[in-house]
């Protein structure tokens, strides 16, 4: 998975020198949102977003190995925690059922014990995982992770990784994931930046159903939507879109995707699913632009990241992609993971052509 995808708009204001701080203007702008094509194949309904007394985010970094309990929004009462009195137990001598003492044994260790459904793809690592679902879900409805996204040492913008309340997309539970990126004021007097992507995972197979793309920007508006059709094994893609230089243009494409396969954002997310041992490598399929591709990232070491928030434990991955069988890496490109249960995205270092992007956390949500 190239990380460039999530930083190009921010790229384009560093490389275009458009002398305007406004955002395009289009007068069939609402038009371009419109596809009737994607609306009779998908419905989505949204959950609404629970009310809540207090709003300020929590940014005390995750340092610990095990994820902690969020803590109360400020001037909220502490929840006490009440123990109840331990059990009385047999001892090892009380007396066994009258029943078959060692067919009675038997049944009972074999129902106790938890099933493990079989996970698939064979690509995929197994560790932590029950089939599909992780043992340890690292998801929360309102969790955001803000990044401060740099170019010698300039601010150039802000990013944005949100989990926001679930949805149903054609009768099913999904995971609503969505990033966004703005840029800085500065940045904002040379190109203008304010976009959003929002991808629908199935909450059981944690498999992508819909992506929904919305660029707003300086030089282009655009609208892009995707459908992954797992029942037929095929994914479509349309785009609209409005440029300074080429006007109106429109697009579709199909093509055959496999089994349990990522789209560009949702493996923003899903790679958090994985255990990330050092010097393991871990592997996913992601479709995107008619071609599909393997991801594959490996843990290079365990270390404490300075942040604004503090010194916060991570695991640095790099990541690595095979292109039509051919194993090709995507630069320079590092990732630092939040040790811990939730493996929060810390950190993002993108090599340019110039220079290097980077992206650093400055603000976490833990959600609930």
Excluded at 165 to 186: C, D, G, H, W
Excluded at 276 to 285: D, H, I, L, Q
Aim: proline fraction near 6%; charged fraction near 30%; charge should be positive.
């Amino acid at each position: 998975m190239n990380f460039k995808l999530l930083l190009g708009a921010l790229t384009s204001a560093l490389l275009f020198s458009a002398c305007s701080t406004s955002f395009l203007k289009y007068e069939k702008a609402d038009q371009l949102k419109k596809n009737e094509e994607f609306e009779e194949a998908v419905t989505i309904v949204k959950q609404p977003v629970p009310e809540t007394t207090e709003a300020a985010p929590t940014t005390a970094p995750a340092t610990s190995e095990k994820t902690e309990p969020a803590k109360p929004a400020t001037g909220a009462p502490a929840k006490a925690v009440i123990k109840a009195p331990p059990k009385k137990t047999a001892t090892s001598k009380a007396p066994a059922k009258k029943t078959d003492k060692a067919k009675g044994k038997k049944m009972e260790e074999k129902s106790s014990a938890p099933e493990v459904a079989v996970r698939q793809p064979d690509l995929e690592d197994t560790v932590g995982f029950n089939g599909r679902r992780p043992v340890v879900d690292p998801f929360r409805e309102g969790e955001e992770v803000v990044h401060d996204v740099h170019y010698f040492k300039v601010s150039a913008g802000e990013l944005r990784m949100k989990v926001e309340p679930f949805a149903m997309v054609n009768n099913r539970k999904a995971y609503t994931f969505a990033v966004e990126i703005k840029t800085s004021s500065l940045f904002s007097t040379f190109y203008s930046v304010e976009d959003r992507v929002e991808t629908f995972v199935d909450y059981e197979d944690l498999v992508p159903r819909v992506f929904q793309l919305h660029v707003k920007e300086s030089g282009q508006l655009r609208e892009a939507k995707m459908l992954f059709d797992t029942d037929k094994g095929v994914a479509t893609f349309w785009e609209k879109k409005v440029t300074k230089e080429s006007g109106e243009e429109e697009k579709k494409e199909t093509w055959d995707i496999l089994p349990y396969t990522q789209n560009v954002y949702s493996a923003i997310f899903y790679m958090r699913n994985f255990q990330w041992e050092t010097g393991k490598e871990y592997s996913f399929r992601v479709g995107n632009d008619k071609e599909n591709l393997v991801f594959s990232g490996k843990a290079l070491r365990r270390e404490v990241l300075n942040t604004k928030l503090g010194p916060m434990k991570a695991i640095v991955v790099q990541p690595n992609i095979t292109l039509k069988g051919k194993f090709k890496p995507i630069g320079d490109n590092f990732i630092w993971l939040s040790d811990d249960d939730r493996k929060y995205i810390l950190r993002i270092e993108s090599k340019i052509k110039i220079g290097t992007l980077i992206s650093e956390v400055v603000e976490i949500n833990p959600g609930r």
